[in-house]
């Protein structure tokens, strides 16, 4: 039995693993204020409980991501702080973020996090850590697709050009 093997709660993170999994926790704790901001600027029922659920499993992740850099001796990122609730009425029309433009930035960051979840797995010795974030990438993966049925039902998707010509089969 070697040193990587047995229980993986008992193995060392290597670099990798603290360098992957400290930044990913940097990144959501900074996307928890955004997303709280956002919802401030929600109007659309739909999109804004979608927000709610999702920062919900956000704080969640931030709660195990810091249960394991906690356990490994590593020091945890500042976070911002919880953003206070605000009226959408109260927010000037100039200054307000549109329901389209959350949805598609929340649909970029979903992509991002799909990718970044990918990496640390492919990148980790440790099972446990592998394990975590392939919960992390099944669950953004869920939410991603339950965005783009939003992002469809409410007409804020903008396609790109669709390629509509099939060219005909050569004839040999």
């Known amino acids: 039995m070697g040193i990587l093997s047995g229980n993986p709660q008992n193995e060392p993170m290597h670099y990798g693993e603290v360098f992957g999994v400290w930044s990913y926790l940097t ?79 929340v649909s970029l960051d979903l992509a991002a996090g799909l990718v970044s979840c990918s990496q640390i797995i492919g990148q980790a010795i440790r099972e446990d850590i592998a394990m975590m974030f392939g919960q992390f990438h099944t669950t953004k993966a869920a939410y991603g697709a339950r965005l783009l049925r939003i992002n469809k039902e409410k007409g804020w998707l903008v396609p790109p050009p669709l390629h509509q010509q099939t060219p005909e089969p050569a004839h040999v």
């Open 27 to 105: 990144v959501t704790k900074g996307m928890l204020a955004g997303y709280q901001t956002f919802i401030n600027h929600t109007g659309d029922k739909d999109l804004r409980t979608f927000l709610e659920d999702l920062t919900k499993n956000m704080k969640q992740e931030i709660e195990q991501i810091e249960e394991l850099l906690k356990v490994n001796g590593i020091g945890l990122p500042p976070a911002p702080p919880e953003r206070p609730t605000a009226t959408l009425e109260s927010i000037p029309v100039g200054a307000r973020f549109n329901d389209p433009e959350i949805a598609a930035r």
